[in-house]
Protein backbone atom coordinates (compact mmCIF):
# COMPACT_ATOMS: atom_id res chain seq x y z
CA UNK A 1 0.00 0.00 0.00
CA UNK A 2 1.51 3.35 -0.96
CA UNK A 3 1.84 5.72 1.92
CA UNK A 4 2.43 9.61 1.56
CA UNK A 5 3.15 11.54 4.68
CA UNK A 6 4.28 15.20 4.22
CA UNK A 7 6.33 17.25 7.19
CA UNK A 8 8.39 20.29 7.96
CA UNK A 9 5.70 22.89 7.24
CA UNK A 10 5.86 26.06 9.47
CA UNK A 11 5.45 29.60 9.37
CA UNK A 12 8.51 32.24 8.28
CA UNK A 13 9.54 35.65 7.42
CA UNK A 14 10.03 35.98 3.54
CA UNK A 15 13.86 35.34 2.59
CA UNK A 16 13.78 32.95 5.01
CA UNK A 17 14.15 28.81 4.43
CA UNK A 18 12.25 25.34 5.16
CA UNK A 19 12.80 21.81 4.18
CA UNK A 20 9.85 19.93 3.40
CA UNK A 21 9.97 15.88 4.09
CA UNK A 22 7.92 13.38 2.42
CA UNK A 23 8.54 9.52 3.68
CA UNK A 24 7.19 7.40 0.96
CA UNK A 25 6.62 4.07 1.42
CA UNK A 26 5.10 0.74 -0.21
CA UNK A 27 6.47 1.35 -3.81
CA UNK A 28 10.03 0.81 -5.55
CA UNK A 29 11.28 3.96 -5.58
CA UNK A 30 13.16 3.89 -8.80
CA UNK A 31 10.14 2.74 -10.32
CA UNK A 32 7.69 5.51 -9.61
CA UNK A 33 7.74 9.33 -10.36
CA UNK A 34 7.34 11.75 -7.47
CA UNK A 35 6.66 15.50 -7.13
CA UNK A 36 5.62 18.48 -5.07
CA UNK A 37 2.77 20.61 -5.73
CA UNK A 38 1.36 23.58 -3.71
CA UNK A 39 -1.95 25.34 -3.15
CA UNK A 40 -2.82 28.72 -2.30
CA UNK A 41 -6.51 29.30 -0.83
CA UNK A 42 -9.26 29.87 -3.86
CA UNK A 43 -6.17 29.30 -6.31
CA UNK A 44 -5.59 25.50 -8.47
CA UNK A 45 -3.21 23.26 -7.37
CA UNK A 46 0.36 23.99 -8.88
CA UNK A 47 3.33 21.66 -9.64
CA UNK A 48 6.53 22.73 -8.17
CA UNK A 49 9.07 20.35 -8.36
CA UNK A 50 9.13 16.81 -10.44
CA UNK A 51 11.74 13.72 -9.83
CA UNK A 52 11.81 10.68 -12.01
CA UNK A 53 12.75 7.72 -10.75
CA UNK A 54 15.94 7.42 -12.17
CA UNK A 55 16.56 10.50 -10.35
CA UNK A 56 15.95 13.61 -13.44
CA UNK A 57 14.44 16.87 -11.45
CA UNK A 58 12.38 19.61 -13.11
CA UNK A 59 11.01 22.66 -11.23
CA UNK A 60 8.49 25.30 -12.43
CA UNK A 61 9.78 28.41 -13.23
CA UNK A 62 8.37 30.39 -10.79
CA UNK A 63 10.76 28.22 -7.97
CA UNK A 64 13.92 27.73 -10.19
CA UNK A 65 16.66 28.64 -7.91
CA UNK A 66 15.31 28.51 -5.15
CA UNK A 67 13.48 25.51 -4.17
CA UNK A 68 15.53 22.24 -4.89
CA UNK A 69 14.66 18.70 -4.59
CA UNK A 70 16.71 15.52 -2.63
CA UNK A 71 16.06 12.02 -2.04
CA UNK A 72 17.17 9.37 0.64
CA UNK A 73 16.69 5.92 0.55
CA UNK A 74 16.27 3.22 2.58
CA UNK A 75 15.21 -0.24 1.90
CA UNK A 76 11.79 0.06 3.41
CA UNK A 77 10.83 3.86 1.82
CA UNK A 78 12.29 6.49 0.46
CA UNK A 79 11.99 10.52 1.51
CA UNK A 80 12.21 13.00 -0.83
CA UNK A 81 12.90 16.78 0.01
CA UNK A 82 11.90 19.69 -0.82
CA UNK A 83 14.52 22.67 -0.36
CA UNK A 84 12.48 26.11 0.00
CA UNK A 85 15.35 28.99 -0.18
CA UNK A 86 14.38 32.90 -0.08
CA UNK A 87 10.76 32.25 0.45
CA UNK A 88 7.90 34.74 -0.47
CA UNK A 89 5.12 35.32 0.52
CA UNK A 90 3.39 34.10 -2.62
CA UNK A 91 4.87 30.98 -1.68
CA UNK A 92 2.30 30.31 0.73
CA UNK A 93 0.18 27.58 0.68
CA UNK A 94 -0.82 23.73 1.43
CA UNK A 95 2.38 21.51 0.08
CA UNK A 96 1.23 18.11 -1.06
CA UNK A 97 4.08 15.33 -1.93
CA UNK A 98 2.47 12.95 -5.00
CA UNK A 99 3.33 9.51 -6.50
CA UNK A 100 2.47 8.28 -10.11
CA UNK A 101 1.55 4.49 -10.42
CA UNK A 102 3.94 2.82 -11.78
CA UNK A 103 5.90 4.61 -13.72
CA UNK A 104 9.63 5.20 -14.46
CA UNK A 105 9.42 8.74 -16.07
CA UNK A 106 5.98 10.85 -17.69
CA UNK A 107 6.43 12.84 -20.31
CA UNK A 108 7.05 16.63 -19.96
CA UNK A 109 3.99 18.38 -20.45
CA UNK A 110 2.23 16.32 -17.60
CA UNK A 111 5.55 16.14 -15.42
CA UNK A 112 3.93 19.15 -13.35
CA UNK A 113 0.06 18.30 -13.83
CA UNK A 114 -1.73 16.60 -10.85
CA UNK A 115 -3.70 14.35 -13.36
CA UNK A 116 -0.77 12.73 -13.86
CA UNK A 117 -0.18 11.19 -10.18
CA UNK A 118 -2.48 9.00 -8.20
CA UNK A 119 -1.05 8.98 -4.79
CA UNK A 120 -1.26 11.68 -2.66
CA UNK A 121 -0.17 13.00 0.90
CA UNK A 122 -1.79 15.20 3.09
CA UNK A 123 -0.25 17.75 2.71
CA UNK A 124 1.61 20.60 4.78
CA UNK A 125 1.22 23.96 5.96
CA UNK A 126 3.98 26.94 4.57
CA UNK A 127 3.09 30.35 5.52
CA UNK A 128 5.46 33.13 4.45
CA UNK A 129 4.93 36.69 6.33
CA UNK A 130 6.28 39.77 4.58
Known amino acids: QVQLVESGGGSVQAGGSLRLSCVAS????????MAWFRQAAGKEREGVGY?????????ASSVKGRFTMSRDNTETESTLYLHLDSLRPEDSGTYYC??????????????????????WGQGTQVTVSS
Open 26 to 33: GFTYKNYC
Open 98 to 119: AATGNQKWIEWDLQLSANAYSF
Open 51 to 59: FAGYGTERY
